[in-house]
């Protein structure tokens, strides 16, 4: 499933190139006036930087939070129902789905990091921090796409989903840390964060790609738990959503 979605990106670059142009405009507009204002507490670094890891966790999410319409597109060709038949589990099915969305946002991820070094954001490029991006990105998205899966599940039709998918993906954005420390937070705001596997995410990246503190261990052990507790939901529901 993995291979499919690299597979589809050599094929057709257009959604990438598409795709790559609101997290450069994030970067080049947001991120250089506000570093200008400076009043966004960023712990000494330009605000630019410190926005960039909130930008790549950004735009995996909303690949990712829209998987569940591959799904039903699936399911109305046919190709689910096949797939339900053979032996494998389905949570195996869901799970080589959640990756195969890891995967698709990961070479998001790398080009929105291109992006940020040709900006001159000053990022740490040691390839053990650089495999922990990938992996806490492929985490966050498996999380995401398997949202989506479960309320595909739900709902079941595309216009639903994308309703659905369009309400929630700005306030997940918001209610993290991807713009702003929660420290800047109301307290309400900072409670609903830190349920957000988003922040995490977010936290994750910042410490590896800019150097600053962060909970490396509670992060991926976040995302590892919102990960497995995604591919649970989804595959419980992906049976209803065959029907």
Not at 11 to 35: C, K, M, N, S
Not at 186 to 196: H, K, R, T, Y
Not at 222 to 233: D, E, K, S
Not at 234 to 240: F, P, Q, V, Y
Request: net charge positive; proline share 5%; hydrophobic share 55%.
């Amino acid at each position: 499933m993995c291979v499919v979605e690299l597979q589809k990106l050599r094929h057709d670059r257009t959604e990438l190139y598409t795709r790559a142009i609101q997290p450069a405009l994030w970067l080049l507009i947001f991120g250089e006036t506000f570093t200008r204002i400076n009043v966004i507490p960023t712990g000494g670094i330009p605000y630019r930087d410190y926005l960039a890891p909130g930008i790549i966790a950004q735009s995996t999410m909303f690949i990712a939070i829209f998987y569940g319409i591959h799904i039903i597109w699936e399911r109305d060709s046919g190709v689910l129902t096949k797939l339900l038949v053979t032996p494998t589990p389905r949570a195996a099915l869901v799970a080589g789905k959640a990756f195969a969305a890891g995967v698709k946002a990961i070479v998001q991820a790398v080009v929105v990091v291109l992006i940020a070094a040709l900006l001159g954001v000053a990022l740490d490029l040691n390839p053990l921090h650089l495999l922990g991006v990938l992996v806490a990105v492929l985490l966050g998205s498996a999380f995401f796409s398997c949202l989506s899966v479960t309320i595909a599940g739900i709902v079941r039709t595309r216009d639903r989903l994308l309703g659905i998918g369009q309400a929630i993906t700005m306030p997940l954005f918001f209610a993290s840390n991807a713009l702003y420390p929660t420290s800047a937070m109301p307290g309400w705001l900072q409670a609903v964060s830190a349920i957000n596997p988003l922040t995490y995410e977010v936290d994750a990246l910042r410490g590896l790609l800019l150097g600053i503190p962060s909970h490396l261990p509670l992060d991926f052990a976040v995302l590892i738990v919102a990960a497995a507790a995604g591919i649970t939901a989804a595959s419980a529901l992906l049976g209803r959503l065959a029907r």
